[in-house]
């Protein structure tokens, strides 16, 4: 939260509103230092994933609630939407309810900021930085299952250069491409962050340029990828990277949606065959990568072209990315049960079917057990779609720009057909809200963690309801309970 005021250094007029993310930041470093004083222990404690869940669900949760103080401060936001952006940022959704014509440089850097640190993760940072528990608990309720090297803080170590690396390169590469030092910090940020927030209200789009276009692509892209692949290709080890289901999804979907936009929406709104292209192209690695940043507004577009981006918003990025969505491994396991399904059922009834995958370098055979923890994670997540887009529609917006806008908002892209504001109503506002938090923590998680602190609170409150009649009936009184 103080990393804001790097700017003053540059923008030293905007010192009068450093206290807005000074006293947050101040606040939170008292709880954290009474927390530690209070419960520190003094052995590093390695705990489960259900109580990792528990820890990243209260984690994000106070992140997120005092990120919002420096929105209502120097936005004007009520503290709803400030928790709507607060929420967006840390979620890497890019979805905006602030003026950014209006807004201050500092705030702008804190948005991007946001976005960099959601994108890594509290449990990576934590797990990089802090001294705390360790185990696989935490970075698991991230989504964060495989390991890049079998020590889980050195893991998050790894997974924390190679993204901050990423964000170097893009810095570099902005700069290179024309943007100002400014605009070329915040837009890699957004962009290796998977989360679209931009200094522009156009967007990427503001610049019409082939060559920044060329830049935000292939971070689009890294952002996407798994940090295992990443790991597998950075040390050479392309063939056994390029294994994965989770690459040849997404050639095949990028490949097949680009191709369908640019032949039935964009050819006929947009002049000349290359800048069709350009736009058709942009916007599926936009959609599919969960960044969010266009170069376009979708007014005109129709409705294949809409729904083409509905389905990549859908289906999402890789597992242990920053990106959001379903996730393509699975939408790949999806895709091969169907297959091996049709399979079994042609093959004589004595032939024993098995079903291999790759994760990462090893393959591996698909269990009874995955294919249920992946049937519950589809049902959850299509099932939290189907309710947010009642939410929206019973709010008054019709039934296409809702299936559009919670589809962006649960698969954390940011793309918005003009739902968002800040004058929405307030109950579509908070379904967008829980939906960029349930769509980028893992969603099975998030609910198991829900489910544990209310059975410890319910459990806390009987004991105490307990101990208050003992007291009672040992001072004499009747217990009539």
């Not at 103080?2 to 930041?25: C, I």
Request: glycine share 12%; proline share 3%.
């Amino acid at each position: 939260m103080l990393s804001p005021l790097v700017a003053l250094l540059w923008y030293p007029a905007e010192s009068a509103d450093a206290m807005a993310f000074v006293a947050p930041a101040a606040c939170l470093g008292l709880l954290g230092v009474l927390l530690w004083l209070g419960f520190r222990e003094a052995a590093a404690t390695s705990i489960s994933v259900q109580e990792g869940g528990v820890v990243v669900v209260v984690s994000w949760v106070v992140a997120m609630l005092f990120s919002a103080w420096p929105f209502c401060s120097l936005a004007g936001l009520p503290y709803s939407a400030a928790l709507f952006e607060s929420v967006s940022g840390w979620t890497t959704t890019g979805l905006s309810v602030v003026d950014v014509g209006q807004a201050s440089r500092m705030l702008l850097l804190y948005r991007s900021v946001l976005q960099l640190a959601g994108g890594a993760g509290l449990a990576i940072i934590m797990m990089s930085a802090i001294v705390g528990p360790t185990g696989v608990g935490i970075p698991s309720a991230e989504g964060r299952n495989d390991q890049l090297v079998p020590q889980v803080r050195q893991s998050s170590r790894l997974v924390l250069k190679i993204y901050l690396c990423y964000a170097g390169l893009g810095f570099a590469a902005y700069v290179a491409a024309g943007m100002t030092p400014f605009d070329a910090v915040n837009h890699s940020f957004a962009a290796v962050s998977t989360g679209g927030f931009s200094t522009h209200s156009a967007s990427i789009g503001h610049w019409d340029s082939v060559a920044i276009e060329a830049v935000t692509l292939p971070l689009m892209v890294l952002g996407n990828l798994s940090f295992v692949t990443a790991w597998l290709l950075l040390r050479f080890r392309v063939r056994t990277g390029l294994r994965s289901g989770e690459i040849r999804l997404t050639a095949i979907l990028l490949s097949i949606s680009a191709a369908s936009l640019l032949l039935v929406t964009c050819r006929e709104l947009y002049p000349g065959l290359g800048k069709a292209a350009r736009v058709a192209v942009f916007e599926s690695v936009s959609a599919l990568t969960t960044t969010g940043f266009s170069t376009v507004g979708y007014g005109p577009w129709n409705a294949f072209g809409m729904w083409v981006l509905v389905i990549l918003m859908l289906v999402g990025g890789g597992t242990c990315s920053t990106a959001g969505g379903i996730k393509q491994y699975r939408v790949y396991m999806l895709g091969r049960l169907v297959g091996w399904e049709i399979k079994r059922s042609l093959a004589p009834s004595s032939v024993v079917c098995v079903r291999p995958v790759w994760e990462g370098d090893r393959r591996a055979d698909l269990s009874d057990a995955a294919v249920v923890r992946l049937a519950v994670f589809i049902s959850l997540y299509l099932g939290t779609y189907a309710l947010g887009t009642l939410t929206l529609c019973a709010s008054g917006f019709n039934l296409g720009d809702s299936l559009f806008e919670f589809a962006s908002a649960l698969g954390t892209v940011g793309l918005s057909v003009g739902v968002t504001s800040v004058g929405m109503p307030r109950p579509a506002m908070l379904a967008e809200t829980l939906g960029m938090f349930l769509g980028r923590l893992e969603l099975v998680v998030v609910v198991a963690s829900v489910v544990k602190l209310a059975s410890d609170g319910g459990g806390a409150l009987r004991w105490l309801v307990g101990a208050r009649r003992g007291t009672r009936n040992r001072s004499g009184r009747t217990d009539h309970g």
